[in-house]
């Protein structure tokens, strides 16, 4: 996926978790869209830095960098959705490219992808950006408003260190 596709998808996706983080459509719902859009958008273009250096598609784009996001804002406090963006830009270069990416970079040089991906330059590619953006906001929407019914994430939340 180039740029303009992950831009896309962020901003796509940061509107829509404000409106499903807070559904109400009153002033607090924009605070929780620019909350939630800024940080996502730029978690999203953070694994093209490596672009500048090292391999693009390897050195930024796998799991143990993933991992270093989910983790800063449970240790730090601070960065909360930026997790969100890096991980829709795996999804995309996975699903919406036909390179993938190297998840388990650097133990394996391997790329991943999804069989059906487009080019970067398609003209199919702002299409499966929003057909990716639409499965991930239903996936987001499930996690916070279905889950909960059938698990304690009270129970869950307080094992987390604050």
């Known amino acids: 996926m180039n740029k303009e596709g ?7 996706l940061g509107i829509g978790l404000g409106f499903i983080l807070e559904p109400s459509g009153t002033f607090e719902t924009l605070r929780t869209i620019v909350a939630v859009t800024i940080p996502v958008t730029l978690g999203a273009l953070f694994p093209d830095v490596d672009t500048a250096f090292g391999k693009h598609r390897k050195t930024l784009h796998n799991l143990p960098v993933l991992g270093i996001f989910v983790a800063f804002p449970l ?3 601070n960065l909360s959705y930026v997790w969100i963006g890096v991980f829709t830009h795996y999804v995309l270069d996975y699903l919406g490219s036909r390179r993938g990416i190297a998840l388990f970079y650097p133990l394996s040089k391997r790329e991943y992808g999804f069989p059906s991906g487009v080019t970067t330059s398609s003209r199919f590619a702002n299409v499966v950006t929003i057909v ?10 499930v996690i916070v408003h279905v889950l909960p019914e059938y698990f304690d994430l009270g129970a869950i939340a307080a094992m987390l260190p604050v």
């Open 132 to 141: 990716v953006t639409a499965v991930e906001l239903a996936a987001a929407f």
């Open 6 to 12: 992950h831009v896309l998808n962020a901003v796509l």
């Open 75 to 77: 240790l730090f406090a």
